[in-house]
């Protein structure tokens, strides 16, 4: 089995429940909470993907790094889940962020994500606005992806 194959098939489970759960998430804030969604679904859609293969890379990239779950578990919290809630933008505004607050929020993929989310749903913009975000996001991605394939090897039996 390659290294690609191998690294696919770790992720695609997670990448397609977080699909799921993208959908119904979509669905309860239209129906349920009756947020208006005045963009495109399909954009929205393709744009949750590269977020998601973003996401699930950090994950992957931590988990190759350490030796144990428990280890990955503490450090994606501390690099990855407190950061992401702190800089995304969706408590606190980037712009009144401090300086270095705003260099780390253009770090990491939530505040571009945020920014397509809250364009979807409540300006109706598309690629055509949010293109620098979703370049973003594809960049990210793509880094991802060449690091954790880079780093990748596999553990010998012990």
Known sequence: MSRAEFLSGKLLPYVAISMINVCVLWLMAVTM??????????FFFSASILFILCTTGIGLLISLLVQTQMAALIITMVVAMIPTILFSGLLVPVASLSQGAQVQAHLLPAMYYTNIVRGSFLKGVGADVLWSDLLALALFAAAMSALTYQLFSKRPKT
């Open 33 to 42: 909470f009756h947020v208006p969604f005045k963009g495109s679904f399909l």
